[in-house]
Each structure stands twice: as C-alpha cells, then as structure tokens.
C-alpha cells in the first residue's frame, strides 16, 4: 500500500514537468514557440517602375554615288550619312513636330553635300591625273550621344580634290530634346556669355600650356578660339570637347586640336538648370 501511493506521489509531481517541456517545443507548422523560435517573413524588393521608350528613335540613311570617265575609270565619289528622328506609330503633335524641326536641318545637310559631290564629278573629268587609282572623294560619317535633355550630333568628314592632301574636317549639331530645337552649346548653361567665356579661357589655358603647340598658331588664335561655340563642340558622359580642323588655329601640319574639358571644371558657371538638363 504505501508503494502505492509513493508510485502515485511520484508521478503526480513528475506530470507538471512534462507538461511544462511539452510547451517549450515549437509547433510543427511554425506557430510561435517560445523566444528561441524564429518567425521568417518573405520580403520582395518593389520593382523599379520601367521608363517608357521614347516615341522616336535615330538612325542613319547614307547617300552615296560614283563618277566615271569614257573610260570606265573611276574618278569621283561621295558618300554622306546623316541621321534622322524616326516616329513610332501613333506618336503624338508636339513629337511630329519636333521631329519635322529635326529632320529639316538634316534634309538641308545631305542638300549641301550633294551640291559639292556633284561638282566633283564635273571638276575631275578635266583633271589628268585622276583615275588611275585615284580619284576625288568627299566622305562625311555621323555619330551621336545622348546626354541628358541634349542629342549631340558629330559630322566627320574628308574631302580632296586634288592637291597634295585631303582636308578633314568636323561640325557638329545640338538638339535640345526637351524644347524640340537646335541649340547653340553655350545655351547648355544658365548664363551663355558666362559660360562661353569661361569655356574661352580654360580652352586658351590649355592650349597656352601645351608644349606641341608652343608657337605654332596662328596670331589670331585666341580671337577665333573666343568664338569655340561655333565650331565642332561634342557632349560626352563627363565632359565636353571642343575640336576645331586643320587650318583653323594654325597650319595643315598642325592637325585638328582637340580639347576636352570636364564637368567637374565647368559645373559652376553650368548652373542648376544646365546641370540639371545636362543630367550630371
């Protein structure tokens, strides 16, 4: 009898402690346990919301053409690629209109440069050392970069016509994407004449400081570089460069002198607003 109730003394002590470390156990299904259990919640990152593609895109159309003698031989040639704004369908008034602005200068362009592949032709038939693998050339390739609110359009090209060298030469295009309109690059900054003339006195800085060049332009150099907006001027992704072909500030032999300039140098005197546009 008192094994008995010992027995039962001893198992209604030890049930308590039972139940209590059948509450510490976790629930199968991931419910919450005690303080050691770990609840995991599945986190998704937003999706970025996609930018819709313009209505428009760029692309290059090339017109090129030969001229040959009685002969057969060839003794001219030209070849100009422009670029044009192409509209996707359904595009709306304002982009048609831009897209007209665009594409009129282009148009002008191509009219130009046939006008002087076509002399070629003429000049070359009265030219007796053309065709015996040689012959007039007149070429002009595009490229371009978009770079914030501005499309910056580059033309290079070469030209001979006899003579003892071919010119090169560049010009280049601002289109403001936002305003649909050619720009001149000083209207990049808040303040164009501000701008113009502290691009005029860091381009005379460098090139005063560059040893290749030392003596060798010509006496009006600093004038015509005042003037660099109206020449070959190219955005890029962190700076702005500014070309002008042979024969502008010095002789032939000099080449074309290339100066880059980086935002970092120019970022003051763009302005909030030409920062802005510029996207930098």
């Known amino acids: 009898m008192k094994r008995l109730l010992s027995f039962m003394l001893t198992l209604a002590l030890c049930l308590p402690m039972i ?20 609840n995991h919640t599945d986190t998704q990152t937003p999706e970025t919301p996609e930018v819709p593609a313009p209505p428009y895109t760029f692309v290059t159309e090339t017109t090129a053409d030969k001229y040959s003698n009685d002969e057969g031989k060839l003794i001219a040639s030209y070849s100009y690629s422009i670029i044009r704004m192409k509209l996707a369908e359904g595009a709306d008034e304002a982009v048609q209109t ?43 390739d595009v490229s371009w970069e978009q770079v914030g609110d501005f499309l910056s359009i580059s033309y290079n090209g070469y030209y001979w016509a006899g003579g003892a060298h071919g010119m090169p030469n560049c010009y280049s295009y601002l289109f403001d994407l936002e305003r ?90 763009l302005g909030e607003g030409g920062v802005e546009r510029l996207g930098i």
């Open 98 to 140: 831009m897209a007209e602005t665009f594409n009129a200068e282009m148009d002008a362009l191509l009219g130009r440069c046939l006008e002087s592949g076509e002399e070629l032709g003429d000049w070359a038939i009265y030219d007796p050392n053309i065709g015996d693998g040689n012959h007039y050339t007149d070429e002009v």
């Open 19 to 38: 139940a209590c470390g059948l509450g510490n156990t976790p629930a199968d299904n991931g419910g919450a346990g005690n303080g050691n259990s770990t």
């Open 180 to 269: 649909g309109v050619y720009i001149d690059p000083i209207e990049i900054a808040d303040d164009p004449e501000l701008f113009r003339s502290t691009v005029t006195d860091l381009l005379l800085d460098e090139l005063d400081s560059n040893p290749d060049y030392a003596g060798g332009f010509f006496e009006d150099y600093a004038a015509t570089t005042s003037k660099w907006n109206e020449f070959c001027v190219l955005l890029g992704e962190t700076d702005m460069t500014v070309v002008f072909a042979p024969y502008v500030l010095g002789p032939y032999a000099m080449g074309a002198v290339e100066v880059s300039i980086g935002y970092d140098e120019i970022r003051t005197v």
